[in-house]
């Protein structure tokens, strides 16, 4: 195992990663099922501003430096 703790900066860099992996990929899932009409759900919707609120909060964990999380 690895005896370093995970570090505030490296969260963040984590939850940025994830937070603009989950936004591609929940518009990924619109664009793939063309044929469907209705465009982008309300469960879609919340979705993607959970993503934008995990990006956001991974970008101000970014500049605490190499504090443990």
């Known amino acids: 195992m690895l005896d370093k703790p995970l570090t505030k900066r490296q969260?963040?860099?984590l939850l940025v990663i994830g937070g603009i992996a989950g936004f591609v990929a929940i518009l990924a899932v619109d664009l793939i099922d063309v044929g469907r009409e209705g465009?982008?759900?309300p469960?879609?919707?919340i979705a993607l501003g959970l993503?934008?609120?995990v990006t956001f909060?991974?970008?101000t964990l970014i500049?605490?430096?190499d504090t443990p999380a």
Do not use: E, N, R, W
């Open 63 to 65: 500049p605490l430096k």
């Open 51 to 53: 993503m934008v609120a």
């Open 11 to 13: 969260l963040g860099l």
């Open 43 to 45: 469960a879609q919707q």
């Open 57 to 59: 909060v991974g970008l």
């Open 39 to 41: 465009g982008i759900g």
